[in-house]
């Protein structure tokens, strides 16, 4: 049934992206582009609910703005992520995840600058790595190599074009290749970014 749920997800978000291509396409003047970079405050969901530290790392990436209507935007982005956990049950045991991220979110903008934000985001996994005091071991076959997540912020953009966002990224799919344990990331975000003035 779960398996059914993340497949289904998948293809909601291929959906997704394709509408967001087919309509960038059309918004002839109305689609911006910009940099996002920020801080990551990461943890893992684990069935047996160990007491995890957070990892605090970076993301930085790309967004494409595209208006629909004055007060709707998607906004597709690409986007570095570290993401894992620093500690386990007050050992000393690190697993840092890094992804590259593909969200799709869809905004309602206020008119005095703020924006909330919903959507679904595709993890990419680019490198895995378990860190047992100075001992570094690879995890790569024992994490899936895709993820499946749903977001939802909160931004606030300026005259000047540069913005303030939070958002929260709750992870929908299993990412444990081995055992039985469901494992499933949970990223708290908050960080800059900057939108290019639209061509007139």
């Keep these: 049934m779960l398996a059914n749920k993340i497949v289904f997800m998948k293809n909601v978000f291929v959906g997704l992206l394709a509408i967001t291509i087919a309509t960038a396409a059309n918004a002839q003047g109305r689609t911006t582009f910009g940099l996002k970079a920020g801080v990551n405050i990461a943890t893992l969901s684990l069935d047996n609910d160990p007491n995890l530290d957070p ?21 597709p982005e690409v986007v570095y992520s570290a993401q ?7 050992s000393d045991v690190k697993w840092k995840l890094d992804y590259v991220n593909i969200p799709v979110m869809a905004q309602y903008m206020f008119n005095n600058g703020f924006r909330i934000e919903t959507g679904p985001q595709l993890g990419l996994l680019a490198s895995a790595k378990a860190k047992t005091g100075s001992t570094e071991s690879d995890l790569k076959d024992d994490i899936k190599g895709t993820d499946v997540s749903w977001g939802f912020g909160l931004s606030y953009l300026s005259a000047s074009q540069v913005g303030i966002g939070a958002r929260y990224n709750l992870g929908l799919s299993n990412i444990n290749e081995s055992g039985s344990n469901d494992v499933k990331n949970r990223v708290f975000q908050v960080g800059l970014f900057y939108q290019f003035a639209p061509k007139h």
């Design 55 to 75: 990892r605090v790392g970076l993301y930085a990436g790309g967004l494409a703005h595209i208006h629909v209507s004055p007060n709707f935007a998607i906004q």
């Design 84 to 90: 894992g956990f620093s500690d386990i049950n007050g």
